[in-house]
């Protein structure tokens, strides 16, 4: 299947940005995008064949229905694991076979997840409390992992969360804290996890954000954080590779989650309304598998969303187009930080 021109994208982006529902026209424009995948990669796809990283790949693919059998019997370690989208993981890695490990802050949420995912597959799950932005909890939760499961294969780094606000009213440690859980709570994963998948061959995969392609006015700690994610991804992926460690970067879109409904300070409101229309939101059952696959498929990185890959292009070859609409997103980052 070939995908739509960019002109047409650009031009439905134009009423995306300029009106308050979708149009016709724009749903359309937005399911031609369905099954594109983004290539930015520096590595050769074929002999004598090596892409830059302003070249954009529309290339059509089938998305299996069954588990992904990938991760069948595999020792997988998810963190962020109680919420969210490493909620969805944990069941959908149950479901394909895969021997859990699931950390999170939240021992009553992870229990919950962790009996769920149980009843999907014949290994129970075992969970460690673990907050990424402490020292020494991730070395417990892959030390928990080798002990109960005999080694590492995968690891999900998805604990995170997103401080956002008017630059004006956020402060120096708005931002550390922000660092603290998205980018050095990801090194730690690394740290920890790294010489334990050296061992097993296995792969590391780094959560991060279309927004660390495209930044928005009201999140620029958000932002900063994912834009660092990517730089890291890209640099120590040779490093990794060398090591037979295989790294993949997740960089979705609006994903139904709780991750809009939690506050600077990384306090979940549970009630609060979500700033961004249902519409434009992939469900997190797709996400989750759509990550499942790239790391399965050993992609460097994968772009999830008809949405986030339609920014992530605009933002490559017309960046000021993005830059004229960049204050429509604002109500969405006012919203919660308000809160």
Not at 23 to 49: C, H, I, V, Y
Not at 137 to 153: K, N, S
């Amino acid at each position: 299947m070939q995908g739509p021109s960019l002109q047409g994208g650009l031009f439905f982006w134009g009423r995306l940005s300029t009106t308050s529902k979708p149009t016709t026209g724009l749903r359309a424009a937005l399911r031609g995008f369905q099954g594109a995948a983004f290539d930015f990669s520096l590595q050769p796809r074929r002999k004598n064949e090596t892409l830059s990283r302003a070249t954009v790949l529309f290339m059509s693919h089938q998305e299996p229905s069954r588990p992904v059998e990938f991760f069948r019997n595999k020792s997988v370690l998810i963190t962020g694991a109680s919420s969210g989208i490493g909620e969805e993981l944990a069941y959908q890695l149950a479901h394909s076979g895969a021997k859990l490990t699931l950390a999170a802050r939240r021992q009553e949420e992870l229990d919950r997840v962790a009996q769920h995912a149980a009843t999907l597959s014949s290994t129970k799950p075992i969970t460690a409390i673990c907050d990424v932005a402490r020292d020494g909890d991730l070395e417990r939760a892959v030390a928990a992992a080798i002990t109960t499961h005999g080694q590492l294969d995968s690891v999900f780094a998805n604990a995170g969360f997103g401080v956002v606000g008017n630059f004006q009213r956020l402060t120096l440690e708005d931002y550390r804290r922000q660092f603290e859980t998205n980018v050095f709570g990801v090194l730690r994963t690394l740290y920890a996890a790294v010489p334990a998948l050296e061992k097993s061959h296995g792969n590391f995969a780094i959560v991060g954000s279309v927004s660390g392609w495209v930044s928005t006015p009201g999140a620029s700690p958000y932002a900063m954080s994912k834009f660092a994610l990517r730089a890291l991804a890209d640099s120590i992926t040779p490093d990794l590779r060398a090591a037979g460690v295989k790294l993949t970067l997740l960089s979705p879109g609006f994903i139904v989650s709780n991750i809009r409904r939690v506050d600077n300070r990384g306090t979940l409101h549970a009630s609060a309304s979500d700033p961004v229309p249902a519409w434009l939101q992939m469900s997190t059952s797709k996400c989750a598998r759509q990550m499942l696959q790239a790391v399965a498929r050993g992609q460097r990185e994968r772009i999830i969303t008809t949405h986030g890959k339609l920014l992530v292009a605009v933002s490559r070859v017309a960046p000021w187009l993005l830059r004229a609409f960049s204050n429509r997103a604002r109500p969405v980052y006012d919203a919660r930080a308000s809160r």
